[in-house]
């Protein structure tokens, strides 16, 4: 995969011109008057909004076409290819459907620090105000940082400026690639792909979360209903016999409701799971491009032959290199996003329902006899029962935080927990391409990780006039 970026940073520009015979392929509209990307906003300079951090009430909504016209007039007016910034776009708010404010305070369409954007936002639809929440305003804005931090010489550094980490740039080229070779086309449907298998993904968490709260409660009118039918068996008088025996009904009724509606809810479930499979089914039907694989969460492998357990990559999954008390790794990542098998396996053990301390969990055996247990899933694959085989990278389930959880994440132990899964050399080189570090720098993948020679190596500028700018050279 690095070998993919080391032309890629290069090409991106002429990349550009080749869109123009793509179906939605539009003149950009350009504002009359931009302020340069040389120089920084001066102080109380724009008018913003007031919190900025408060979303709009109504956010703006674009359909393909508009979004079209903003990436490729906002690279036009700035020298950068509309590629990184749809790239970008995506990466940061989804196209707009999430725009925050992020847990560091990012907000709006391009995700800008407050304080970057009082220095590098702008006004271009001209209504008065510079708005990170204006999808005018905030892509413009982006195209002039990526500008200024030297993008049109160099867009992997201009992107490594957006945001100081490698794994991010190689997750933006890399889509950005994906976009220019398959044009708008491509773009757009990749889009909609990711967004319905995403979709489906809560889907089925959001419909087993139901199913198992209408278990809990269908479970615990029954045991009401046992223990008022063994009181009235064991009331003496006749009397106090039938009003038990009538409590007992009454709540009996309520537990033959709580069965329906437990019944009304697996099938909704089943409903759901079928229409993950055809996404996914669909969505590794569609494409065979790499660079597409972040964005449908796919399994991420190595020459290691593990596989990451949890798909989406650096910019939404993480670990710390210890847990809290004793040898595991809580991998945090999304509500709903897919585990998969982390090598050859068979199933040791697996409930669907969750325990008080794991949850929903499995524990499997890898082709190298190592012991693994899986904790807190959302949703476990109806395949994964014991004594199933395993391939490495296929599914068994989603990220929940069921049992004894405080966020959504995957707790991954060995069997015994002898020491921690961050130390194993397999999951270590995974750093940058399926997961970052939350507790220290998460460094470049290493030639032995990816195969091939370091894409980009930080050195320091000498020329720049200004501190802290990261040149990359090849």
Same mark, same amino acid.
């Given at each position: 995969?690095?070998?993919?970026?080391?032309? +890629?940073?290069? %090409? /991106?520009?002429?990349?550009?011109?080749?869109?123009?015979?793509?179906?939605?392929? /539009?003149?950009?509209?350009?504002?009359?008057?931009?302020?340069? $990307?040389?120089?920084?906003?001066?102080?109380?300079?724009?008018?913003?909004?007031?919190?900025?951090?408060?979303?709009?009430?109504?956010?703006?909504? /674009?359909?393909?076409?508009?979004?079209?016209?903003?990436?490729?007039?906002?690279?036009?007016?700035?020298?950068?290819?509309?590629?990184?910034?749809?790239?970008?776009?995506?990466? @940061?708010?989804?196209?707009?459907?999430?725009?925050?404010?992020?847990?560091?305070?990012?907000?709006?369409?391009?995700?800008?620090? *407050?304080?970057?954007?009082?220095?590098?936002?702008?006004?271009?639809?001209?209504?008065?105000?510079?708005?990170?929440?204006? *999808?005018?305003?905030?892509?413009?804005?982006?195209?002039?940082?990526?500008?200024?931090?030297?993008?049109?010489?160099?867009?992997?550094?201009?992107?490594?400026?957006?945001?100081?980490?490698?794994?991010?740039?190689? @997750?933006?080229?890399?889509?950005?690639?994906?976009?220019?070779?398959?044009?708008?086309?491509?773009?757009?449907?990749?889009?909609?792909?990711?967004?319905?298998?995403?979709?489906?993904?809560? @889907?089925?968490?959001?419909?087993?979360?139901?199913?198992?709260?209408?278990?809990?409660?269908?479970?615990?009118?029954?045991?009401?209903?046992?223990?008022?039918? $063994?009181? %009235? @068996?064991?009331?003496?008088? /006749?009397?106090?016999?039938?009003?038990?025996?009538?409590?007992?009904?009454?709540?009996?009724?309520?537990?033959?409701?709580?069965?329906?509606?437990?019944?009304? +809810?697996?099938?909704? +479930?089943?409903?759901?799971?079928?229409? +993950?499979?055809?996404?996914?089914?669909?969505?590794?039907?569609?494409?065979?491009?790499?660079?597409?694989?972040?964005?449908?969460?796919?399994?991420?492998?190595?020459?290691?032959?593990?596989?990451?357990?949890?798909?989406?990559?650096?910019?939404?999954?993480?670990?710390?290199?210890?847990?809290?008390?004793?040898?595991?790794?809580?991998?945090?990542?999304?509500?709903?996003?897919?585990?998969?098998?982390?090598?050859?396996?068979?199933?040791?053990?697996?409930?669907?329902?969750?325990?008080?301390?794991?949850?929903?969990?499995?524990?499997?055996? %890898?082709?190298?006899?190592?012991?693994?247990?899986?904790?807190?899933?959302?949703?476990?694959?109806?395949?994964?029962?014991?004594?199933?085989?395993?391939?490495?990278?296929?599914?068994?389930?989603?990220?929940?935080?069921?049992?004894?959880?405080?966020?959504?994440?995957?707790?991954?132990?060995?069997?015994?927990?002898?020491?921690? *899964?961050?130390?194993?050399?397999?999951?270590?080189?995974?750093?940058?391409?399926?997961?970052?570090?939350?507790?220290?720098?998460?460094?470049?993948?290493?030639?032995?990780?990816?195969?091939?020679?370091?894409?980009?190596?930080?050195?320091?500028?000498?020329?720049?006039?200004?501190?802290?700018?990261?040149?990359?050279?090849?």
């Amino acid at each position: 995969m690095k070998r993919v970026l080391v032309g +890629l940073a290069l %090409a /991106l520009a002429s990349v550009g011109g080749t869109a123009s015979a793509d179906t939605f392929r /539009l003149l950009p509209s350009v504002p009359a008057s931009l302020p340069s $990307a040389s120089v920084p906003n001066q102080p109380g300079q724009i008018s913003t909004p007031t919190p900025i951090s408060t979303p709009p009430g109504a956010p703006q909504s /674009l359909n393909f076409q508009q979004l079209v016209a903003l990436w490729q007039g906002a690279g036009s007016a700035y020298g950068i290819p509309w590629e990184v910034l749809a790239s970008i776009n995506k990466v @940061e708010s989804n196209f707009g459907r999430n725009m925050g404010p992020s847990s560091a305070g990012a907000v709006g369409w391009m995700q800008f620090m *407050p304080s970057t954007w009082e220095r590098w936002g702008l006004d271009a639809n001209g209504d008065g105000v510079a708005d990170p929440w204006n *999808p005018e305003d905030a892509i413009y804005a982006a195209a002039r940082y990526l500008s200024a931090a030297g993008g049109t010489q160099d867009i992997s550094r201009g992107v490594f400026a957006y945001n100081h980490a490698q794994w991010y740039v190689d @997750e933006v080229l890399q889509l950005a690639h994906t976009f220019g070779s398959g044009g708008l086309d491509t773009t757009f449907k990749l889009d909609r792909l990711q967004v319905s298998l995403d979709g489906a993904r809560k @889907e089925v968490a959001e419909a087993n979360r139901q199913l198992l709260a209408a278990l809990r409660d269908q479970r615990a009118l029954a045991k009401q209903e046992s223990r008022w039918q $063994a009181r %009235a @068996e064991g009331a003496q008088l /006749l009397s106090k016999q039938l009003d038990l025996q009538k409590t007992a009904t009454l709540v009996g009724v309520r537990e033959h409701a709580a069965a329906a509606r437990v019944a009304l +809810l697996r099938a909704k +479930l089943r409903q759901a799971a079928d229409a +993950l499979t055809q996404a996914r089914t669909q969505a590794q039907s569609t494409t065979t491009a790499p660079t597409a694989g972040a964005l449908f969460a796919s399994p991420v492998t190595n020459d290691s032959g593990y596989v990451f357990p949890v798909g989406g990559g650096p910019s939404v999954v993480s670990v710390s290199h210890h847990h809290h008390d004793y040898p595991a790794a809580d991998i945090a990542a999304p509500e709903g996003s897919p585990l998969y098998a982390l090598a050859d396996s068979v199933v040791l053990k697996s409930w669907a329902q969750p325990d008080p301390n794991c949850g929903i969990g499995l524990m499997l055996r %890898a082709s190298d006899g190592q012991e693994w247990t899986y904790c807190h899933l959302s949703y476990l694959d109806p395949q994964v029962v014991q004594g199933a085989v395993l391939s490495a990278g296929q599914p068994v389930g989603l990220v929940g935080s069921t049992g004894d959880a405080t966020g959504p994440h995957l707790h991954l132990q060995l069997d015994p927990s002898t020491h921690y *899964p961050q130390l194993e050399p397999w999951f270590q080189r995974f750093a940058g391409t399926a997961f970052r570090w939350q507790d220290a720098p998460t460094p470049q993948p290493s030639a032995a990780a990816g195969g091939g020679a370091s894409v980009f190596a930080e050195v320091s500028s000498q020329d720049s006039g200004s501190a802290g700018v990261i040149r990359f050279t090849r």
